[in-house]
């Protein structure tokens, strides 16, 4: 049972960290057969909880999975907004790294992992993407890890998040948008409670 309850709360974590961060499976999660490395993957001593206006916020230190040829370590921050109306990847983050402490994992090691400590995989992502829209009725054949980068930014633009932010947020490669804009943190505030509180509905 505490298994089970430990996969639930990891689950609620990642996949929601996935969808706001806009994030690719492969940024939170090893590829099959890839070793875990500290100094390349998401571990709880890259979080960093903070308050603003009464609301817990985070920020998640992590690799730019598309800059691996050329650059090594994490080089990105991800501002993750808390006190979404759908959900809240901050509360999720928070109660997930209170029950992997409580279960003696390090926070030197993976953040989203089994309770045995392996990281979780882009393979397990993927499955367990599947398995939440075959849950609520959608066919699963259409969805996968991306799915949590698609639906956060698909979420940004119904709630009319600027392409610009969206772009930014989700460290979409660009070299005009490098140059000329930069993220601030009210402007990541708002894209990610945007993602948490929009309502959302597509043909697939």
Known sequence: RRMSLMASSMWRSATSFGISAL??????????GEAFDMTQHITPADVTFFCRDGVRHAKVLMRKRKDLR????KHSTV??????????AVQELWEWIEARRAAGLPDDGPLWCWESGDAISVTQV??????????????PALYGGHSLRIGGATAALAA?????LI???GRWSSDVYEIYCRMSLQAALGV???IASADVSTFE
Do not use: Q, W
């Not at 501002?79 to 809240?88: E, Q, S, W």
């Not at 009319?160 to 610009?164: A, Q």
């Open 192 to 194: 990610g409670a945007a």
């Open 167 to 169: 772009r930014l947020m």
């Open 79 to 88: 501002v993750l907004a808390g006190g979404g109306v759908h959900y809240d």
């Open 70 to 73: 050329v650059l090594r370590g």
């Open 160 to 164: 009319g998040v600027s392409p610009t």
């Open 126 to 139: 993927r499955n367990e993407v599947k398995a939440l829209m075959a849950a609520i009725g959608l066919d």
């Open 23 to 32: 994030a690719r499976a492969c940024e939170f999660a090893l590829d099959d």
